[in-house]
């Protein structure tokens, strides 16, 4: 069955290729307590994302999703991603620079250990988490 961004996917194939980008949310990547079924929501977009970049590699179409957090207003008074911040990476994902990455999630968030994967920050590697898990 073919993806939903098949009839985008088919109009670049016709144009010698392209990018889809989708905008997804933190939420898939990690889970956030009370937020159960818009996480798994999130979740599945990005696997739709990346089974689309399967599907359309070969027609020279890149498919990659953008996850961001919690995004900066006026109100925010800690560092937040601005919008002007997800702008920018999506303008870099459509264009050449961003050829080689198809399939790809990118979160845009500041890692919260309470929600940041244990698989992000193995610990051989520095990270605010690697001495919070160490069990030696």
Request: aromatic share 6%; net charge neutral; glycine share 10%.
């Amino acid at each position: 069955r073919p993806s939903r961004t098949s009839g985008a996917a088919w109009a670049m194939k016709a144009t010698g290729g392209g990018a889809i980008i989708t905008i997804a949310s933190i939420l898939g990547q990690v889970g956030f307590a009370t937020a159960g079924a818009h996480a798994a929501a999130r979740h599945a977009g990005v696997s739709l994302t990346q089974e689309a970049a399967w599907e359309h590699a070969a027609d020279g179409v890149r498919v990659n999703a953008v996850g961001p957090g919690l995004i900066a207003n006026q109100r925010a008074a800690q560092r937040l991603v601005k919008p002007d911040e997800v702008a920018e990476l999506v303008a870099w994902l459509a264009s050449g620079s961003s050829s080689f990455l198809t399939g790809c999630y990118l979160p845009m968030d500041v890692p919260h250990p309470a929600k940041v994967p244990t698989v992000m920050y193995p610990d051989h590697i520095d990270s605010p988490m690697a001495s919070s898990r160490r069990t030696d």
